[in-house]
């Protein structure tokens, strides 16, 4: 007797979308359901080992680099494969999701990079993932233009040669997609995200001279990424597509990660094009894993906290050297300044801000930046055409001068500043704003002059939460209490209220938020990311 036919996928709890067809074929479908059979129990085992990781590291309060996988990182002789022409130059990148006007934009933005964001930047509606992956599709056969409905202004792409290179963010692989199931299962996030792209693009973009590139959010170690290799060396099997046509760049967005980058480029080694310091994540993170480790784990404000605090310099310097010493792009953080349209003092020093921050990753040795809107693109542009002249990247530069200890990078008590009563206004403020925007299906947001996304709001209730359970002390005298939150944060709703009027404050989803953010903020039970139940929240 044959065995029965595999289950098909099941779309499920979702309102049909306009032209979901071109985007949920029976042939992308079967392609993601695939994936899903072969690599979701591995993705759960990976999982499962975090949590190992992170009670031996409640247990001991410390990091090192691996023994096991010292003779990779001792063996000079392996590179990264060599690295495609369209990735080549990636002075600018410029992110964002994925919706019609920001993909336009985004393109069209003079950066050499479009991060198309299916993660942090955008809260994981059904319409937001169906209509992002549409919107790319369309972008790619040029058959995509935009109207703003209320300005009347129109937006097309301009000529091929000046459109930026496209490298598409999955969500991470904690997450999963509750619209889409084999046998009851949601499939992983990741899966759908880089199953429905890669199927549709793939040979579209090599007919374009390009190829289908990744960024691979949220890795914890060089077992994920040994994952993630698998599944693209399956995929490209499947569509008939060359070994190595992928490429990807992995954010070391974690501290557990901070500790394998080498294993985790030999473990891409044939589809690596490089590292990126995702610098918010790195500090949720940091709060996330040492959050029980006592006082010399107490961040400050997280505005405190900048790239030249020793710690973070350790980790931004590391990665340059291990990149260049591996042949991979080096690619440094985000500028989440975001000009005003009305106040030219605030658009001054945001620039000044972000000219000394690209000036500084350009001198260090980085290859390219992030920034997170098109007018800050020049700005970014300019700090790394000084450096890098006509050059496509630096390298040639292996800083061989920067020697990081274990202990290096997480000396978070060598940065001289302590957390203040301000400090947890601002994250409660941030917080509740960004987390009411996420549950209207926005993942980035503009707060407070700055792009907050779904990294910025887990370092705000992080710290909340660590400054809380370390019985933190503020300049004022006040004592971190959860009274004390929830009393600044039903301030905030009120001034909230005051700020939109009664029946806009109404019509959003302001106490939903206030809620969540004290649920994920005071619960003694940590939450490993507050996308988590967020997400059961999220309509559509």
């Not at 549409?134 to 056969?141: E, F, K, P, R, V």
């Not at 290179?165 to 899966?191: F, I, K, N, S, Y």
């Not at 390009?210 to 290799?229: D, I, M, V």
């Not at 990660?257 to 790195?282: F, K, Q, T, V």
Request: charged share 25%.
């Amino acid at each position: 007797m044959s065995a029965p036919a595999p289950s098909p996928l099941a779309i499920v709890d979702a309102e049909p979308l306009p032209r979901q067809e071109e985007v949920l074929t029976d042939a992308a479908l079967a392609f993601v359901a695939e994936l899903h059979r072969r690599f979701t129990p591995r993705r759960d085992d990976l999982l499962a080992r975090r949590a190992e990781r992170r009670a031996e590291i409640a247990r001991t309060s410390t990091l090192d680099f691996l023994p096991e996988t010292a003779a990779i990182r001792a063996d000079d002789s392996w590179k990264v494969a060599e690295c495609p022409p369209a990735l080549q130059d990636r002075r600018v990148e410029i992110t964002g999701p994925t919706d019609r006007k920001m993909t336009i934009n985004a393109l069209n933005s003079g950066a050499r990079i479009w991060l198309a964001d299916f993660e942090d930047a955008s809260a994981p509606t059904w319409e937001n993932v169906v209509l992002g992956q549409l919107n790319l599709i369309d972008a790619y056969s040029r058959n995509i233009d935009f109207t703003d409905a209320g300005s009347g202004k129109s937006y097309a792409l301009r000529p091929a040669d000046e459109l930026a290179t496209v490298v598409m963010r999955p969500r991470g692989w904690h997450l999963g997609e509750r619209h889409l199931q084999l046998d009851g299962q949601p499939v992983p996030g990741a899966l759908v995200d880089f199953g429905l792209y890669f199927f549709h693009n793939a040979q579209r973009l090599l007919d374009l001279g390009k190829g289908p590139y990744f960024y691979l959010p949220k890795t914890e170690s060089h077992l994920e990424a040994r994952l993630w290799n698998d599944v693209f060396v399956f995929a490209q099997d499947y569509l008939g597509i060359p070994q190595g046509t992928i490429r990807a760049t992995v954010l070391i967005e974690t501290i557990t990660a901070a500790y394998e980058m080498e294993e985790i480029l030999h473990e891409l080694r044939d589809h690596a094009s490089g590292l990126n310091a995702g610098r918010w994540d790195y500090l949720f993170s940091i709060v996330k894993n040492f959050r029980d480790g006592g006082p010399k784990f107490v961040l400050p404000d997280r505005n405190a906290v900048t790239m030249t605090a020793p710690f973070m310099r350790a980790y931004t310097e590391l990665l340059v050297r291990t990149c260049h010493k591996r042949g991979a792009h080096a690619i440094g953080g985000m500028a989440a300044f975001i000009p005003s349209r009305r106040d030219a003092e605030v658009n001054k020093v945001a620039f000044e801000k972000v000219r000394a921050d690209k000036d500084r990753e350009a001198a260090d040795g980085f290859d390219g930046s992030w920034v997170a809107h098109p007018d800050l693109v020049p700005i970014a542009m300019e700090s790394f055409d000084k450096v890098l002249g006509d050059k496509p990247h630096q390298k040639d530069r292996l800083r061989e001068d920067v020697h990081v200890e274990a202990a290096d990078l997480i000396a978070i008590d060598s940065l001289d500043a302590r957390p203040t009563y301000a400090g947890l206004v601002n994250a409660v403020q941030v917080g509740i704003r960004y987390i009411e925007a996420w549950l209207r299906g926005m993942g980035a947001v503009a707060i407070f002059n700055l792009m907050e996304d779904a990294a910025t709001a887990e370092i705000s209730r992080s710290q909340i939460w660590q400054w809380i359970n370390a019985g933190v002390e503020f300049e004022n005298g006040e004592k971190a209490t959860p009274e004390l939150a929830r009393r600044i944060a039903a301030e905030e709703l009120r001034n909230i209220e005051a700020e939109l009027g009664a029946e806009a404050f109404a019509a959003g989803h302001w106490q939903q938020a206030h809620d969540l953010l004290l649920e994920v903020s005071l619960d003694a039970d940590y939450a490993d990311f507050l996308t988590l139940p967020a997400y059961e929240r999220l309509r559509g």
